[in-house]
Every structure is written in C-alpha cells, then in structure tokens.
C-alpha cells in the first residue's frame, strides 16, 4: 500500500515537472508580473508620516501604464509607531521628460483629482515634487526607494 501511494505521488511529482520546464515554471511561479514595486515614509501634517507603496506596471513602450498605491498613516506615541489607515488607489501613470529630467505623472481612475508627480531620481529612487514639478519646498524628503 505505502508502494502504491509513493508510485504516485512520484508520478504526479514527474507530470508536474514534465508540463513545464524548470526555467519556465520559476519564472511564472516566482515572478508572475514585472512590476516595479517603490516603497518610502514621507512626512505627514498630522502623523508621524505616510508610508507610500507604489507598484508600476509598465506597458511593453515603457512609456506608461497601471500603478496601484497604497497611502499608510503611520502615528507614533509612547508604545510606539503603529499604522493608522491606509488608502488604496489605482490607475494610469505617463512618463513625462523635461529637458533631461524624467517623472512620472499618476493619474487615478474615475476621479479628477490632481495628478500626482514623481521625479525619476535614478534607476532606484523616485522623488515626489509638486505640480509644477518643483521638489517640496519644506526640503523634507519625499523619496520612494526601489524594493522590486
């Protein structure tokens, strides 16, 4: 019986293998999109700041496509920082060029809010700038790091 049951589990392990190759089978299984995925805490008016992830999916130009972003409250206080409550939005992002500088402008779906702008700092870092593309005059950081 414990022959039985090991026969096929080995021959359910060898279709599993045989459907795919090794490479292909990974690459789907450990990386099912090529999303850039930024993360950073910018300061915050009334918290202890915002902790912005922001996930880029570039359509095949590279010139634009979806982004997905989360916005977390995070307050500290005597126990410690804790997240407050986050905010998701979505949508469609534009690579811009100006001059030799590049941002990318988020513009969410279903709603006539103000674009949000990014500069393209390096291949690693995003920098959030106003709407006339200047960076935030407090000269605090508002920069987003990539994590993937």
Do not use: W
Request: charged share 25%; aromatic share 10%.
């Amino acid at each position: 019986m414990k022959k039985m049951i090991f026969g096929a589990l080995v021959c359910a392990g060898m279709l599993a293998f045989g459907a795919c190759s090794y490479s292909k089978c990974n690459k789907t299984a450990l990386h099912a999109d090529d999303d850039q995925i930024y993360t950073g805490l910018v300061p915050g008016a009334d918290v202890y700041g915002i902790r912005y992830t922001l996930s880029l999916d570039y359509d095949d130009d590279m010139k634009d496509g979806d982004f997905k972003m989360v916005q977390t409250y995070v307050k500290g206080d005597s126990i410690g920082y804790r997240d407050v409550k986050s905010f998701k939005s979505k949508g469609d992002f534009i690579v811009e060029t100006r001059g030799a500088e590049k941002y990318l402008k988020l513009m969410e779906k279903g709603k006539a809010a103000t674009p949000i702008y990014f500069q393209v700092t390096n291949d690693s870092t995003l920098t959030m700038v106003t709407d006339s593309l200047q960076p935030a005059p407090s000269g605090l950081d508002y920069t987003l790091k990539l994590v993937r």
